[in-house]
Nanobody, 114 residues
Framework: VQLQASGGGWVQAGGSLRLSCAAS????????MGWYRQAPGKQRELVAR???????DYANFVKGRFTISRDNAKKMVYLQMNSLKPEDTAVYYC?????????WGQGTLVTVSS
């Protein structure tokens, strides 16, 4: 089982990026997929998550700016990030809860300049 994240990069404040994450392997009925982030010197924190039925949960600091979505058939999760701020700069990690445990992708760096 692997999670492969992509879409990170550099953007100016106010800009947008879209992250994608693909799950591969013998996986079925993924319970929950989501995104976490970790800024330098800080702990990893939840950004957004989505369960199989489509219910979403967002951290307060991204509400109204970020949108999470998933494609169950393709086993993918996306994070549309708008109105980016310098404080959004972090490594973003794709997460999946399946078969009773958390699985993590390798992380993709998002840098927002002021």
């Amino acid at each position: 089982v692997q999670l492969q994240a992509s879409g990170g990069g550099w953007v100016q404040a106010g800009g947008s990026l879209r992250l994608s994450c693909a799950a591969s392997g013998k996986i079925s009925s993924i319970n929950r997929m989501g995104w976490y982030r970790q800024a330098p010197g800080k702990q990893r924190e939840l950004v957004a998550r989505i369960v199989g039925g489509g219910t979403t949960d967002y951290a307060n600091f991204v509400k109204g700016r970020f949108t999470i979505s998933r494609d169950n058939a393709k086993k993918m999760v996306y994070l549309q990030m708008n109105s980016l701020k310098p404080e959004d700069t972090a490594v973003y990690y794709c997460n999946m809860f399946w078969w009773g445990r958390d699985w993590w992708g390798q992380g993709t760096l998002v840098t927002v300049s002021s």
